[in-house]
């Protein structure tokens, strides 16, 4: 049965890297998926049945299935109700739960060594396991817990319900809650084995402690790097579970979510010109360095009405579209589709502006373009669409707003400044569809609204895209 089951693990750990392989192609991306989803199914199959210990199988089916299919029947309707602006917090309740998860995994294992040699006479812990072992404990539950609880953190401040909040010596207050939780995992490893799990607990709490604080002063502006931060680190501690139980697919499962994630933090560090700890400790989005009004921009601006608007792009040769977050809260996505063939219709090229951190996490663009069955092909990446742009007559921006914000390249003083942008300026007429004109979620202001080569259009996004593709039936 053992070599049935490594076998098995074998297949969920391929799937696995040829799942993560596909997900870099957004054609293939659901494919990709479901082959992953497909290897973790054999491998838990694999262990509830084929999974023995000195002859014993696991048992408890009851309570396994039963927490399966509840399971199951929570997270489909959760991801059947979700709409598409709330994917961004879905993704972090979800990568939240692996924390939690994780952490569980190790804990459980801490108490089993516990309770096996808690009547021992013995000085310490380490006289009891070895520091290995001890170590993957204890990072597992570190790491998952901060996962947890930032991840938590990072959820409420996505739906609105947390606000950002910092104040003076709150990263120095960070530093030592840190040194607190490694503390005490080193006394509890060192302390006498019948008391051991006092200062275990103590070490999960300020784990806790510090997950909540390291998310709370981080602005709205760089949660794409967050998000896949903790996804890094739900990754770590499971890998940390796959130690403990030797448990091929979970360690390449936990191995391949950690890289991936820290990958995709570096990418969007540098898709902002930020380095890691800038946006962990001098985080833009904050307070600190708000220095917009919510009455308005510097400058003033012009409007156009949808008539014109529409008159402008249907006498186009090329028109680029630029989504962001405005797009998601109107869930404008497909109203956006019909606007592009409306255009095509009439021979009018139509191309979309994608920038690594639009929305509120990595790729989120791309997710509610694909909804709509946009062709993958006319989503054009930022060095792309910016060639592009010098041949563009019409930028059409859709609920973006720092992501094409000219003081990033222009203006030393702004917090955004060295961050790439879509150099939307290029072309021959930029048209701003927003609500008002509040600042973006960085909370500065953006000049390219003032400058001559540009219009606003104000309103709802869907209710705009319907109005311009009314008017393009009559042109």
């Known amino acids: 049965m053992s070599g049935i089951l490594s076998i098995c693990y074998l297949i969920a750990s391929v799937t696995f890297i040829i799942g993560l392989k596909m997900l870099s192609n957004p054609a293939s991306a659901r494919k990709g998926n479901l082959i992953a989803a497909g290897g973790m199914i ?26 399966i299919i509840i399971g199951i029947i ?40 516990f309770r096996a040699n808690r009547l021992l006479d013995s000085n310490s812990f380490s006289n009891v396991v070895s520091f290995g072992h ?28 947390i606000k950002d909040f910092a104040f003076k010596g709150q990263h120095f207050i960070n530093l030592l809650i840190l040194l607190l939780v490694v503390a005490s995992a080193v006394v509890a490893y060192c302390t006498n084995v019948r008391i051991a799990n006092v200062p275990f607990f103590i070490t999960v709490a300020l784990a806790l402690l510090y997950g909540v604080f390291f998310v709370l002063p981080i ?16 990754g770590v501690a499971a890998a940390c579970g796959g130690f403990l139980y030797d448990n091929k697919a979970m360690l390449t499962g936990g191995i391949l979510v950690g890289a991936a994630g820290t990958l995709l933090t570096i990418l969007m560090c540098r898709a902002m010109n930020r380095s890691l700890k800038n946006v962990l400790i001098g985080s ?30 249907a006498y186009s040769k090329k028109v680029m579209i630029v989504p962001g977050y405005g797009l998601a ?41 694909a909804e709509a069955d946009v062709n993958y092909d006319k989503l054009l990446e930022m060095d792309d669409a910016n060639e592009e742009f010098k041949t563009t007559d019409v930028v059409l921006i859709l609920g973006a707003n720092d992501v094409v914000n000219p ?18 300026e290029l072309a021959k007429t930029v048209i701003v569809n927003k609500r008002s004109m509040k600042p973006g979620y960085a909370g500065i202001e953006n000049d390219l609204f003032s400058q001559p080569k540009t219009s606003m259009l104000f309103g709802d996004a869907k209710k705009v895209l319907q109005n311009l593709i009314a008017e393009l039936k009559n042109v």
């Not at 602005?219 to 739900?234: C, E, K, R």
């Not at 307070?287 to 400058?299: D, E, L, Q, Y």
């Not at 690594?356 to 989120?364: L, N, Q, W, Y």
Request: charged fraction near 15%; include cysteine.
């Open 284 to 313: 833009f989005g904050g307070p600190k360095n708000a220095t917009a009004t919510s009455s308005g921009t510097h400058g003033s601006y012009k409007e156009i009405s949808v008539s014109d608007a529409a008159m402008l792009m």
């Open 42 to 67: 054999i491998a838990i199959a694999g262990t509830i049945f084929l999974y023995e210990d000195d002859g014993k199988k696991l048992g408890n089916y009851l309570w396994i299935f039963s927490a």
């Open 219 to 234: 602005g709205g502006a760089d949660m794409p790097v967050v998000i896949s931060l903790l996804n890094s680190f739900t």
């Open 407 to 424: 003081a990033a390249k222009n203006d030393p003083s702004s917090p955004i400044y060295g961050m790439p942008v879509l150099e939307v």
């Open 329 to 369: 809260v109107a869930q404008a996505q497909h109203s956006c589709h019909e606007l592009e063939k409306a255009l095509e219709e009439k021979g009018v090229e139509v191309k979309y502006a994608i920038h690594p951190v639009a929305g509120r996490m990595p790729g989120h663009m791309n997710v509610l373009l």
């Open 74 to 113: 929570t997270g489909t309707l959760i991801a059947k109700k979700v709409k598409m602006t709330a994917m961004p917090e879905l993704v972090s309740f979800f990568n939240g739960m692996g924390g939690a998860c994780a952490a569980l995994i190790s804990m459980v294992e801490f108490d089993y060594v």
């Open 134 to 161: 001890y170590l993957a404990i204890i990072a597992g539950t570190i790491i998952g817990s901060v996962s947890f609880a930032g991840s938590m953190i990072a959820w409420g401040k996505l739906n609105g319900s």
